[in-house]
Structures are given as structure tokens and as C-alpha cells.
């Protein structure tokens, strides 16, 4: 879109007032600090806190559907080098380079396996089949719990991310990246020249953006001794444990709260949890926070294009325990693709949240508010939150307890 869009511009002005307003702004980009001050963050205001793991669900993990199991079995027995990727099929993820990389690929031992489902996918099957391509297997999405096992049939996984995205010159923190680190399985990374953690803790490939590039980079994983291959999946588990476990990274947010702070109002559209999809994030720290005895409370839409199964809903700021979390919903608007009807179901969200301001003060009474900038309108009704709790606050110490 053009930076002149209405859109944009609304989009824009919400950034820029999340950070002057905001006490503190996380991101899980660890170079996003300068794009942030020139949009008026004041220094020392940033705080680096990527996205992780729960070692939880690896202790809880549920089989691959048998289906998938008896494709990933029969390529294993043949002796095959399976190149995997899971997730979405988006254009952001570069999986058409990942087709043109397999395209050149001579060796009949080396096979791609994709698990997942999105915009894209319907599009790279039909290449696949015009092209006649014998090496690219299609799967369907599995649950979460279901990674761990899915990691174990493959050999390496590919990430990579689409050229002309300029988000990613300041960071990667894919959870895709940290759960293939958990799963000790090398990484072939394509993108371009940031840093990111396969460098940084030696447990897999950096390659560039070049089809030809990411090529050579899985032939040279295919061609390595396979105890090499072992220690990089190693190198990843340590560094993943020690650096992206998500109770070390709720301690990292819990260090910018105030003092005795009990509630915790997280604000996100598209929060999940294990069962529903994603968005994850807000469940797994929602989690570690009620571990460390505080209450946590979620807003979010009853409707999400990234969730596996949406809630049902049948009015505004329904309520729904998921694990000790509780879960306000706001009715939307289902959509499709990223047209008029999902922005408009973003402008319905926030509106609710505007207008029920002063009802979510003073029926949650938060201490710490966190707005999840999936797109960066939610200040707006945190500014109206915060305003009407702290009034709440003041009549509760003016009049007593009985207020």
C-alpha cells in the first residue's frame, strides 16, 4: 500500500503514539530499537523479548496424524534426506525459492515435505503438479503438541523469508526457528544479511536469498557426516533452553512491572491457545505469569484467521477460563484474505474496546496492561483503560474498601 493510504496513515499514527505513550515497548526484533526512536520512542524505553518455546509441550507431546506417518514413514525407509517445513503458506516465508531450490536438486535421495496450510498453498501444489516435481510432498497442518514427533522425520528444516519484506532487517524471531532448535534439528536459513540465532549458536546453515544458494546449502547438509548434523541440532536445543524457554521470557517482562502489580490485562486480537492455534504468545506467558501468582486476563476477538478452531460466542466480552487464563472475547466479524473486511474487523474490535473502556476498568481492575501490536491500534483503548483505572484506583482509596 501506498504510505498515503487512509489505512496506512491510521496504522502509522498508531505506532507512533504506542511509543510515546507506552512505559516500556518490547519487540521480538532485537534491531528494532532506531526504527522506533525515529518514530519517537524515548531512550531506554526498549526491551528485547523474542518469542521461545514451552518445554511443557514437549513433555506433552501428541503423535503425527496416520496419514502423515505412513508417507513419513515409507520416505524413511527408503532411505530418503527429508528437507522439512511446517507452518503457514504465506508469501513472507519464501516457500516458492524453497520449490526453486528443489527444482534444481539432481539427488533423488533429498525430498521436501511441507506441513500446513494458508494463502499460498494452493498455488505451489498446482506448480508442483504442472512442473511434475516428484521430490515435494504436501501435507496437511498438524496441532502443536504434534511438532516434536513431526521434527523427528526430518533431517533439516528451511526458513526463509521473502526479499523484499523490509521487517525482517531488524530481526527474526520466528517460533517455527525456536521450536526446530527443540526438536535438535539443523536449520537452512535464506534470508538476507541480519544476524539471527543459526549463526549466532552454530545450529545450521545461513544462506542468501539466491535459489541456487539454498541449494548448495542443503546439499551440503545432505553430503555432512551425520554426527555434525547431530551436534548442530544439539548446539540449537542448549541455546534454546537457556536463551527462549517462555518462563524465562515471562521474568524479562515481569522485571518492568511496577510493584505489587497482581493483575495483568493483556489486549490482543488474535491471542490462541495450545487447543485453538495461534496466536500462541499471550497463552504460554499468560501461563508463566499465573505460576508466579499473578491473574491474567486476555482480550480478544472471537474470530481469528490463525486459529485452528475459533470460540463460540454469543455476546461481547463472553468470559472463558483456558488453563487458569481468562479469556474475554469481543464478537467480530469473520473474514477472508486481507482485504476491506478483515481492516474493518480491526476498527470493531478497538471501537468495543473504546467504548467498554470504563466497564473493563472497573471490572478487571488491571495493574499492568500490555497491547499486542499484531497491528498497532490497541493503544488507544489501553490509553482509555489506564486513564479509568487509575480513577478507580483513587475512589477506592478515598472511600474505602467498600467502593
Known sequence: ?????????????????????????????????????????????????????????????????????????????????????????????????????????????????????GAEKEKLCDRVKRKRLENIIFLEPVKKSCIPELLRYFDCVYMGVKQDLEIYKYGISSTKMYDAMMGEKPIVMSMSDVRTPVESFKCGIKTSIDATELKNAIEKLYFMPEEQRVKMGKSGKEAVISNYEYGKLAEKYEELFPANSSTILLINHYAGSNNMGMDFRPYYLG?????????????????????????????????????????????????????????????????????????????????????????????????????????????????????
Open 287 to 403: 501461563k508463566e505469569w499465573i505460576k508466579r501468582g499473578y491473574r491474567v486476563k486476555i482480550l480478544a476477538a472471537d474470530y481469528s484467521h490463525l486459529r485452528r478452531e475459533n470460540p463460540k460466542v454469543t455476546k461481547d466480552f463472553q468470559k472463558e477460563i483456558v488453563d487458569e487464563i481468562e479469556y474475554y472475547w469481543i464478537k467480530t466479524t469473520s473474514y477472508k484474505g486481507n482485504g476491506v473486511k478483515r481492516a474493518s474487523t480491526m476498527l470493531q474490535f478497538i471501537s468495543k474496546l473504546c467504548l467498554g473502556a470504563k466497564r473493563i476498568a472497573k471490572v478487571m481492575q488491571p495493574d499492568v496492561i500490555i497491547t499486542a501490536s499484531t497491528y498497532p491500534l490497541d493503544i488507544y483503548a489501553a490509553n482509555l483503560i489506564k486513564k479509568y483505572s487509575l480513577e478507580e484506583k483513587k475512589a477506592c482509596k478515598k472511600y474505602g474498601n467498600n467502593k
Open 1 to 117: 500500500m501506498s504510505k498515503n493510504n487512509p489505512f496506512v496513515w491510521i496504522m502509522q499514527h498508531g505506532e507512533n503514539k504506542s511509543y510515546k505513550c507506552a512505559d516500556y515497548v518490547t519487540s521480538t526484533l532485537e534491531f528494532a530499537e532506531n526504527h522506533m526512536k525515529e518514530h519517537g520512542l524515548e531512550k531506554g524505553k526498549f526491551v528485547y523479548i523474542p518469542n521461545g518455546i514451552s518445554q511443557a509441550d514437549w513433555e506433552n507431546k501428541e503423535s503425527v496424524p496416520h496419514s502423515h506417518k505412513n508417507i513419513l514413514n515409507s520416505l524413511k525407509d527408503k532411505g530418503k534426506f527429508i528437507v522439512g517445513y511446517f507452518g503457514g503458506f504465506a508469501i513472507s516465508n519464501a516457500l516458492d525459492r524453497l520449490i526453486d531450490a528443489a527444482e534444481l536438486i539432481e539427488k533423488n535421495d533429498i525430498v521436501f515435505v511441507l506441513v500446513g496450510e
